[in-house]
């Protein structure tokens, strides 16, 4: 499964982005898919994941009330809406989508990750 990112850039503090990243192969189902983020000299963290089921959103507490994770089943796409962004939200974004993917004559899990994409926040 591969997954092609966009929607990053350069936005002053107090503004807003919205990410996409969509994920296309032969035959697959998405469980979990989520955002992270890594800011030079730090490690990959966790931004926000949603499952399949309701009630399944996880947030970062430094996101919390700022950021929204959403998808598209339909098209399989996911967005982060992020809004009322902080020069601390600057990062490099990826996407990480796990599923089940058909693989010849049966189903196999996988865990897929984006290219990355860059959120420059000016203060």
């Known amino acids: 499964v591969q997954l092609v990112e966009s929607g990053g850039g350069l936005v002053q503090a107090g503004g807003s982005l919205r990410l996409s990243c969509a994920a296309s192969?032969?035959?697959?189902?998405?469980?979990?898919m989520g955002w992270y983020r890594q800011a030079p000299g730090n490690q990959r963290e966790l931004v926000a994941t949603?499952?399949?089921?309701?009630?399944?959103?996880n947030y970062a507490d430094s996101v919390k009330g700022r950021f929204t994770i959403s998808r598209d089943n339909a098209e399989n796409t996911m967005f982060l809406q992020m809004d009322s962004l902080k020069p601390e939200d600057a990062a490099v974004y990826y996407c990480?989508?796990?599923?089940?993917?058909?693989?010849?004559?049966?189903?196999?899990?996988?865990?897929?990750w984006g290219q990355g994409t860059q959120v420059t926040v000016s203060s």
């Open positions: 949603m499952g399949s089921g309701p009630g399944s959103t």
């Open positions: 990480n989508v796990q599923g089940r993917e058909l693989n010849g004559f049966w189903w196999a899990p996988f865990d897929s």
């Open positions: 192969g032969s035959a697959f189902s998405i469980n979990t």
